[in-house]
């Protein structure tokens, strides 16, 4: 790889930052470390990172706070770090527009195919591909013809959860949550996130094998959905 | 005015029968000296009946009239000629009048006395009502019942030591603790007398109720410190044995990196990474043990998707179950269920994790979900069951296997505590039970609003 990608890393935790740093330049990444806020702010304008790594809690200022500054002038995907039980936040985060989230403590595999979501997503960006066909382990989706196959079997799905379903793959990788996938399925003021709920689980049955364990609808408790075709 | 016309009747009464009888013992042809025996009899009879002097000596004066006019020479005038009769007269009015005074007296003294005795008791029992009785509510209670009983009033009762309402105080030995309002109903001065009795009982039963309450404060202020220090005893302990091994693992891999082989290495590596998992699962574990130790737990309640709980706790302990053989039966419906999804799947995660610590490997566990009435979630295992010894204090603070906390090898026996404040505080209930053939069974269960089935 010529190119190599540029991931600016924002986490006061110098043990958390080397480790990321270790595995991310075995990967390949071009990897820089700010511990703060500020100085984030700044290697960010000087280097033009392609992925930021943001974590919530920096000593001088909310991450919350500098995401929305970020966001003002720039699309670039962002990625939150955060300690599990802050769901609020993470929302709050999402709904701001960072891409995704991971919480602490996570495991470097989780952490990287985070990062490869948001990979993909540049990439989409630059050349826009349409697909015809969504093909994963058992689960075949045939965009043209509207139709569902599990295991070589047709399943039915109502239009709603076909449309989901659409919205996961196009999404897939990246965590939705409850009041996104509302707006995009039901519009405004369509449902409640109970019903969100239910209709996710049945969606689930009939796409799954093993429901405790799901290969594809993954739940993030308290935040949304992720789809996931890794 | 009233007594005055009793009285008066019952003068008029005793002495028409005494007249009566008089003249039937004068027709019986018996002398002067046993008719005035009957008088006499009359003036004592009114006596004791009206219990008042005067009516005494008014029934003698009217009994000496009686007499003398119907029984002496010449009869049926108020002259006497014979001086024996005069005598006779004479003698019965100093008698009468002597004799009723006296009866009279006694008879108010005896009056007095059984009214005294009666208030006497009365006070016992108003006094003695209140020892057997505690709490704020039931010792208001009981004093309303009181003055409702004995002085046949309805009360209303005022905390407060600033109470605007009319009422009598209430006091106690630091300053007024409020008023009773009489709502309706007269009181006379022995029912006012009655009513400040009980104000007083009331005072000093509030007063001890108090008391009471503050020392049941500070006993329970007390035992929450000694148990958090207890808390952090163990906390530090359970802290220490995996930070010992994390840091001598990680010590040899920095220091003898090269001396070692690779599966050493990659031995250690593991080991490292499985003690963190233990040690995230302790941490989390403290935090909600903090969120729960104030007595109050503060529930981030929604409408889940059980599948989603379950599934959430599942994926958490894969690690630990690997290898095992493991089930999760899942109700066919889709179920939904107000709880703090969080606190929920971290109970599930406790019990499976407790399952898996506590058996053997070839021993199985079943996750299972039902529903009955209400939400059914039980973890079972074909394990060597619970120790009859620690059977009723599973759900304690700190009860390990081992029984010991200071050489516990591992778990802080917080799991199956947190498990019990966070069912309960969700109004579910937790509780073990045995297996068949062999193990136990963990099952808890939690209300639901309405059954939710697509």
New interface residues.
């Given amino acids: 790889m010529l190119n190599k990608m540029t991931v600016l890393v924002i986490e006061d935790d110098k043990y958390i930052s080397h480790f990321i740093n270790i595995s991310l330049s075995k990967e390949n990444y071009n990897v820089i470390i700010a511990e703060n806020a500020d100085t984030g702010m700044f290697l960010f304008s000087s280097y033009h990172p392609e992925i930021i790594l943001l974590d919530l809690g920096l000593p001088d200022r909310d991450g919350i706070e500098l995401l929305r500054e970020i966001r003002a002038f720039s699309d670039v995907p962002v990625l939150i770090v955060s300690a599990?039980?802050q769901?609020k936040e993470k929302i709050e985060a999402l709904d701001l527009g960072a891409n995704d989230y991971i919480s602490k403590?996570f495991h470097m595999g989780e952490l990287m195919a985070r990062i490869r979501v948001a990979e993909r997503l540049l990439q989409k960006n630059i050349g826009q591909k349409n697909d015809l066909l969504f093909s994963c382990d058992w689960l075949m989706v045939d965009f043209e013809k509207h139709k569902v196959f599990k295991e070589g079997c047709e399943i039915h799905l109502t239009p709603t959860e076909y449309k989901t379903l659409l919205l996961l793959i196009a999404n897939k990788g990246k965590v939705l949550t409850h009041n996104y996938i509302i707006q995009q399925i039901w519009g405004d003021g369509g449902s409640d996130?109970?019903s969100v709920?239910?209709f996710?689980?049945?969606l689930?049955?009939k796409l799954e094998k093993d429901?405790?364990?799901?290969r594809f609808i993954l739940?993030e408790?308290?935040v949304g959905y992720r789809f996931s075709d890794e | 005015m009233l007594p005055t016309l009793k009285n008066a009747t019952k003068i008029f009464f005793v002495n028409i029968a005494s007249l009566g009888a008089a003249l039937f013992i004068n027709f019986l042809g018996v002398g002067n000296e046993s008719i005035i025996m009957i008088f006499l009899l009359n003036v004592l009879f009114a006596a004791v009946l009206t219990s008042s002097r005067g009516w005494a000596i008014s029934s003698a004066v009217l009994s000496a009239m009686f007499f003398n006019f119907l029984f002496t020479e010449p009869r049926f005038s108020f002259f006497i000629y014979s001086t024996s009769d005069l005598v006779l007269l004479l003698f019965f009015l100093v008698t009468g009048i002597v004799s009723g005074t006296v009866t009279s007296r006694l008879q108010i003294e005896m009056n007095l006395a059984s009214q005294n005795e009666k208030i006497a008791n009365m006070m016992y029992r108003i006094a003695s009502g209140f020892l057997a009785i505690s709490g704020k509510e039931s010792v208001i209670k009981k004093a309303r019942d009181l003055v409702k009983e004995y002085a046949g009033v309805e009360s209303k009762i005022h905390l407060g030591n600033k109470v605007a309402e009319p009422g009598f105080e209430i006091n106690g030995g630091s300053g007024s603790l409020g008023k009773m309002e009489i709502i309706e109903g007269e009181l006379e001065e022995q029912k006012l007398l009655i009513v400040q009795a009980v104000c007083t009982q009331l005072g000093i039963a509030l007063e001890r109720e108090n008391l009471v309450a503050d020392r049941e404060r500070i006993r329970i202020a007390m035992e929450r410190e000694q148990q958090r220090s207890t808390f952090l005893r163990s906390v530090a302990h359970d802290l220490r044995s995996p930070l010992t091994a994390l840091s001598g693992a990680g010590n040899l891999l920095a220091d003898s990196y090269n001396e070692l082989s690779d599966l050493e290495r990659r031995k250690l590596a593991s080991d490292i990474s499985e003690e963190i998992v233990w040690l995230t699962d302790l941490v989390e574990n403290i935090l909600n043990m903090t969120r729960i130790s104030e007595n109050k737990i503060v529930l981030h309640k929604q409408d889940e998707v059980i599948d989603d709980v379950v599934g959430e706790a599942v994926k958490h302990t894969e690690r630990l179950l690997r290898g095992r053989n493991f089930k999760v039966i899942l109700p066919d419906e889709i179920v939904t269920v107000p709880i703090d999804s969080k606190l929920i799947s971290q109970v599930i995660i406790n019990l499976l994790e407790n399952a898996v610590r506590h058996t053997k490997s070839d021993s199985s566990i079943v996750l299972k979900v039902e529903v009955e009435d209400n939400l059914k979630i039980s973890v079972e295992d074909t394990g060597e069951g619970i120790p009859a010894s620690i059977r009723n204090h599973i759900f304690e603070r700190f009860i390990t296997k081992e029984d010991k906390i200071v050489d516990g090898s591992r778990g802080l026996g917080l799991g199956l505590s947190i498990c019990k404040s966070i069912v309960e505080a969700h109004g579910g209930e937790i509780f073990a039970k045995d297996n068949f053939p062999r193990g136990s069974i963990f099952v808890f269960s939690l209300p639901m609003e309405g059954k939710n089935v697509k």
């Avoid at chain 1, 429901?211 to 799901?214: D, L, V």
């Fill in positions: 599990r039980g769901e403590p996130s109970k709920r239910v996710m689980a049945s689930r049955r429901t405790t364990n799901p739940t408790v308290g």
